[in-house]
């Protein structure tokens, strides 16, 4: 039996992926064989692909950083996942496919009943917010923040515990994207016309507890500037190559040595490999919230997984508010 994924067969834009077909083997010892239900599409993914990233992967591989799946095979030496089990992980590669394998070690348990498509923003974009407002910057109810990058899957996601942590939130989108800002309580600002730093100085004299910044480069000191003493940048941009990388983690540095009680660090999801037991408990934690209703991923538009070429142009199209998800064919 053939199972389909899609490989980057150079580097380049959307065109590039193409449909392989692989052999449907039995899962090793210490593996399971997972049945693809989502993986979502995200900035990774994409930079991986044109290679701007410090560690590119070799040409052709299977793009997909995160995936929610079904459990339908299991190695014989397996003891904890079951057939049957939902659950997710976080691949790096490898997720765009009808099927993944991997090793019981890297699974994340997923509670029956919850929407896949939804499950998966949290094992990436969530638990990046999460684990920046509340573990990074350590946020109080009535603190004010500005978020860099407001209206895709991270910064949506900002929005949505952000209103629940009842903060006070400015937020940077293009004026066409505004009104998702509003719908949680965000004070929208349009950076093309708008000088944010001259907007959050007008606003909050006394400056900001904490900036969560997606984008990086100019984005970096600006705004560090608009912080009030005490108060934290966090920046969790992907440098896109080596020298970017350097100069990225020097600038946080310095930014972060610099005499005036304000402070800026850098928050990457890889930590998961080396701080396994946090990101479980903090996943944990966001499917409580799913399933409670407390929070509700912005799905922007659903494609079926071989169809990822067409999601990841519409990413880059920079028109997305939200997350873009592919799923398995039958749960459009």
């Known amino acids: 039996m053939k199972y389909r994924s899609i490989i980057v067969t150079r580097r380049g834009p959307p065109e590039v992926l193409q449909v ?8 090793a010892a210490d593996e399971v064989r997972v049945k693809v239900l989502a993986a979502p599409v995200c900035a990774p993914d994409v930079t991986s692909r044109y290679g701007q990233t410090p560690f590119p992967p070799k040409i052709p591989f299977v793009p997909g950083y995160a ?13 904890q996942a079951a057939i049957g089990d939902q659950v997710a992980a976080i691949t790096v590669y490898g997720g765009y496919g009808e099927a993944i394998y991997l090793r019981e070690k890297e699974l994340i348990p997923v509670p029956a009943g919850l929407d896949p498509a939804e499950a998966v923003t949290l094992i990436l974009n969530y638990i990046v917010a999460y684990q920046t407002l509340h573990r990074t910057a350590k946020v109080n109810r009535g603190d004010k923040i500005l978020i860099i990058g407001a209206s895709g899957g991270i910064g949506t996601a900002y929005l949505q515990l952000g209103q629940l942590a009842s903060l006070t939130m400015y937020g940077i989108a293009s004026k066409n994207k505004h009104h998702i800002l509003l719908e949680y309580g965000a004070t929208p600002i349009d950076y093309r016309s708008q000088d944010f730093v001259e907007v959050i100085h007008q606003k909050e004299p006394k400056g900001l507890n904490a900036v969560f910044d997606g984008m990086g480069g100019e984005y970096l000191k600006r705004g560090f500037s608009v912080l009030k003493r005490g108060g934290v940048l966090v920046g969790y941009a992907n440098p896109l190559g080596y020298a970017r990388l350097f100069a990225f983690l020097g600038q946080m540095a310095l930014l972060h040595l610099l005499p005036n009680g304000r402070s800026a660090k850098y928050y990457g999801a890889g930590m998961f490999r080396f701080k396994r037991g946090m990101f479980m408990e903090d996943w944990a934690t966001l499917f409580s919230l799913l ?22 142009a519409l990413l880059e199209s920079g028109r997305v508010i939200g997350n873009v998800v592919l799923v398995a064919p039958d749960l459009l």
């Open 20 to 27: 392989v077909e692989n052999d449907r083997r039995p899962p």
């Open 67 to 79: 995936v929610v799946g079904i459990v339908d095979a299991v190695g014989r030496d397996v003891e």
């Open 291 to 312: 399933e409670a209703g407390q929070i509700k991923p912005v799905i922007h538009q659903k494609f079926p997984i071989l169809q990822a070429a067409e999601a990841n």
